[in-house]
């Protein structure tokens, strides 16, 4: 299994509309991409940031169509020209010592599949997470 994990804080200037809106569409993710398996959305606690997401899918296919869904590119869409910090991560109990390289991988083809998104991602003030090059 593999957690894909989202942790963000938004700027000042999002409005209450806008991070609900974000959210919902992260449930919407959850609700309609066949790959996820289970996911939670909401806000973060025992931590710095102030919102959160999971999604839990099965396998290195599922978390390629996870990342290329179009739930995910509306999420990115509406959200990250709101993130002030962004934090993206996946955890999984796959021993394979070749894990991180190939989840890497993943995210690295859809940033270069969508040279939108990767820039917006690179343009979040503070952002650590998978796929783009420094």
Do not use: C
Not at 76 to 91: K, N, T, Y
Request: aromatic share 8%; glycine share 6%; net charge negative.
């Amino acid at each position: 299994m593999i957690y894909h994990i989202n942790r963000a804080t938004v700027k000042d200037s999002a409005t209450p509309e806008q991070v609900e809106a974000v959210l919902e569409s992260w449930r919407e993710q959850g609700r309609s991409n066949p790959a996820v398996k289970s996911f939670v959305v909401g806000r973060e606690h025992g931590a710095d940031y102030t919102y959160g997401a999971v999604f839990v899918v099965e396998d290195l296919d599922g978390l390629y169509a996870y990342l290329t869904h179009p739930t995910t590119y509306r999420t990115d869409e509406l959200g990250l020209h709101l993130a002030d910090r962004l934090e993206i991560f996946d955890v999984s109990d796959d021993d394979d010592p070749e894990l991180n390289a190939k989840i890497q991988e993943l995210h690295r083809r859809r940033n270069a599949d969508n040279p939108e998104v990767a820039a917006t991602l690179a343009a979040v003030p503070d952002f650590t997470g998978a796929g783009v090059e420094d």
